[in-house]
């Protein structure tokens, strides 16, 4: 069965330093792969999505991650980090395209950013 | 272009009353889904319809919930009776199901329920 696993429930950061939340999937085929982000009261909006082209995915806000199929993972990152950056971040992978994307998502990782 | 609408945003109940919750997707948006989010876990599909017929209920606990997609557009979701642990927040998402590769789902606000 397909599983998203994302290290690290909380992470902390200083305001302009690196952000790295980590994200592991599990699944028998290629998938689609998407990281959300979650302001409080608010719902989901999507950063990036990897979709088979090119592994280094560009997002919003400056954010960006990489698939890495030998590894199984698609972390994300930013290389500074902003006080608006903090937020919860969803890790979220499907296998299935067009419009069947019943989307799998980790647990989430609330990232803090400190002045 | 108007977003995803959901409400109420807000609903305490006592356990085994009823409730709904009511969604209107982003205009001409084909595919509509309902997620459940309990406090410290991801979004987890119960309901994605496709027009108005379901694609997938395999997670919808049939016993408990139901929803319903009349002509395409706007969806409830009902719960009756309701459990203690029902309380979390549903979010309802639309895409536009016309993509060739992955549609972009596109989330609301969402509804937190309290079941006391």
């Known amino acids: 069965a397909q599983s998203v696993t994302q290290l690290g429930s909380h992470v902390s950061v200083s305001e302009g330093a690196l952000v790295l939340l980590r994200c592991n999937y599990s699944s028998s085929v290629p998938p689609y792969l998407f990281w959300y982000v979650q302001y409080p009261n608010q719902g989901l909006q999507l950063l990036l999505k990897y979709t088979s082209a090119a592994t280094l995915v560009k997002g919003i806000n400056g954010f960006e991650a990489e698939f890495k199929k030998s590894e199984t993972s698609f972390h994300l990152t930013k290389p500074s980090a902003h006080m608006s950056d903090a937020a919860e971040y969803f890790c979220?992978?499907?296998?299935?395209?067009?419009?069947?994307?019943?989307?799998?998502f980790g647990k989430g990782t609330k990232l803090s950013v400190k002045p | 272009e108007a977003g995803v609408a959901q409400s109420p945003r807000y609903k305490i109940i006592e356990k085994r009353q009823s409730v709904a919750f009511w969604c209107n997707p982003i205009?001409?948006?084909?595919?509509l889904y309902w997620y459940q989010q309990i406090l410290g876990q991801g979004p987890k599909l119960l309901i994605q319809f496709q027009n108005n017929g379901v694609v997938d209920d395999s997670q919808l606990p049939k016993d408990r919930f139901s929803a319903e997609r009349l002509k395409g557009v706007d969806s409830t979701l009902k719960i009756q009776p309701a459990k203690l642990e029902d309380s979390a927040v549903y979010l309802c998402a639309s895409s536009s199901g016309t993509s060739g590769v992955v549609d972009t789902q596109y989330f609301g606000p969402g509804t937190r329920l309290t079941v006391l």
């Open positions: 979220a992978a499907t296998t299935y395209g067009g419009s069947q994307g019943n989307l799998i």
């Open positions: 205009s001409g948006h084909a595919t």
